[in-house]
């Protein structure tokens, strides 16, 4: 007796489709599943033993053989287990009701049939509905992300009792509602308006968040560093729905959505403790997970005290922060995620945190600060665009009552540059100014005469890689269209200059 039940799997962000088939013959009883299963796959024969039998069915006594098709795709995790109890349900002629046409099932399953949560689910679902599913069975806690996917009707289910009383028509289980993205609200977050001071941080925050620059804050210790960068969120524009569908595929591949939840306009804060791994920064593992530079794709990597970080850990990033993409090679497969985040870190000037200090002075060797400041490669400042001093804060402005700007005022200006963006490079995949290709930024990047003068002199007295030449480029547009002006004039560019030079007062690694 055979039969077959539709599933779905899912390698890196993408899903594919498997057919779960069944087949009971004669013979000595055995159970076996082949279709190169994983060691999670293959315990799933005691799991939908155990499942059957505490719900009142009976295990065939026969050589049952279950394959996962295609055979040559790695099948990982306890995803099958709901198909694969339904496929022997079928070959035993213990479903006589059947499946609805053009069904698909996943779910892990509890010795007494309880229906648990699964990784991966929007990615399986996308696949899914690429592939002819019109209705998907998914654990009751996963159907809001699958419910994400146009076109696929959505059923949660909470346990194998409920699923069959639905098969049966007894009691049908309610379909989970589409989700709308535009349903989705914005939480409360902490406040710019929190912050006194620091006028000059706030507008390269500002100028980083309008065109998703990475930044660098140096200061001594209780200046705000670490205050203004988790403001950050609260001034970036919503993410648009397919960067949250891009995100929370990621997030579903890492088991990180929370239960009841698909999509947020939030766009993701990542803060790493300094300890983290070189692996776990950029993802891997012997099935490849997502790191913490795909954890915070369309969203930030903040990084504070960062030359306590390994130095391999801070040069894993040099590729991800450049090419917004990070490729996980093990012998059995390679896997790449998407990593387009801004980064933003902090760090002191100093061991002691008291160099170039008003009033405090510093404790450190010149010997000393050289290998602290050593940590920070050239090649990964290189790749900041805006490097920004903090300077304590002045007490007038601590006992002040007021504060500064509020982060609603903030991030409207920021979403009318982004707008602008958007407009100007509709058609070309480009969303944000940071991301600018070098044949599109000399289309888009045009400096007055002045301004190409300007550029000319600091080139050459600095000392500028090609690299930072470009970054310029793009910080001084996005200053420009905070401004609302088209053309780059001398004012936006020596504001973006001024945020090139901080690497030589510290003398950092060139």
């Not at 509890?110 to 949560?117: F, I, K, P």
């Not at 699964?118 to 996308?126: D, Y």
């Not at 991301?435 to 007055?448: A, D, E, M, W």
Request: hydrophobic share 40%.
């Amino acid at each position: 007796m055979y039969a077959q039940v539709t599933s779905c799997g899912s390698f890196a962000l993408e899903g594919f489709r498997v057919t779960v088939e069944a087949d009971i013959s004669g013979g000595l009883p055995a159970f076996e599943i082949v279709g190169l299963p994983d060691s999670a796959v293959k315990e799933a024969k005691d799991r939908v033993r155990s499942a059957l039998k505490n719900n009142g069915f009976s295990w065939p006594v026969s050589r049952i053989t279950v394959n996962l098709a295609p055979a040559d795709i790695k099948k990982t995790g306890p995803v099958y287990d709901l198909p694969v109890l339904l496929a022997v349900l079928l070959a035993s002629e213990q479903l006589p009701s059947g499946l609805p046409a053009e069904s698909g099932f996943l779910g892990e399953l509890a010795l007494d049939g309880t229906v648990r949560s699964v990784t991966g689910v929007l990615p399986m679902a996308i696949a899914a509905a690429e592939h002819g599913v019109r209705v998907l069975f998914v654990p009751q806690d996963n159907a809001p992300e699958a419910a994400v996917v146009d076109g696929l009707t959505v059923i949660g289910v909470p346990s194998l009792s409920a699923l069959l009383g639905h098969l049966s028509g007894t009691y049908p289980l309610p379909v989970q509602p589409r989700i709308l993205f535009d349903a989705v609200e914005l939480p409360a977050m902490p406040d710019f308006a929190e912050v006194h001071g620091q006028e000059e941080a706030r507008r390269a925050l500002e100028i980083a968040a309008a065109g998703f620059h990475n930044c660098l804050l140096v200061g001594p210790p209780g200046t705000g560093k670490s205050m203004l960068a988790k403001r950050l969120p609260s001034i970036l524009p919503p993410m648009t729905e397919s960067e949250a569908i891009e995100t929370a595929k990621v997030y579903s591949v890492a088991g990180l959505l929370e239960k009841g939840t698909a999509l947020s306009a939030i766009r993701p804060f990542r803060s790493p403790h300094h300890s983290v791994s070189p692996m776990g920064l950029s993802g891997g593992g012997s099935n490849p997970r997502p790191g913490e530079v795909s954890l915070s794709h369309n969203g930030v990597l903040f990084l504070d005290e960062l030359p306590e970080f390994s130095r391999d850990a801070l040069e894993i990033l040099r590729q991800p922060m450049e090419d917004g993409t990070v490729t996980i090679s093990r012998v059995a497969a390679t896997a790449t995620y998407p990593c387009r985040m801004m980064v933003i870190a902090a760090m002191n000037p100093c061991p002691c945190g008291f160099y170039g200090h008003p009033t405090k002075p510093c404790s450190c060797t010149p010997s000393a600060i050289d290998r602290y400041l050593q940590k920070i490669s050239g090649p990964l400042l290189d790749r900041v665009d805006l490097h920004v001093e903090v300077p304590p804060v002045e007490y007038s402005a601590l006992s002040s009552s007021s504060g500064g700007e509020s982060s609603a005022e903030i991030r409207a200006r920021v979403i009318a540059a982004r707008e602008l963006q958007l407009a100007r490079y509709r058609g070309t995949g480009i969303t944000c100014n940071a991301h600018l290709t070098p044949k599109l930024l000399r289309r888009f990047c045009k400096l007055t005469p002045a301004a190409d003068q300007l550029m000319g002199n600091a080139f050459a007295r600095l000392g500028l890689s090609a690299r930072a030449y470009d970054r310029i480029l793009k910080v001084s547009r996005t200053i420009a269209d905070l401004a609302g002006c088209e053309t780059i004039d001398a004012v936006h560019l020596s504001e973006a200059i001024q945020y090139r030079t901080l690497d030589r007062k510290y003398h950092f690694v060139r």
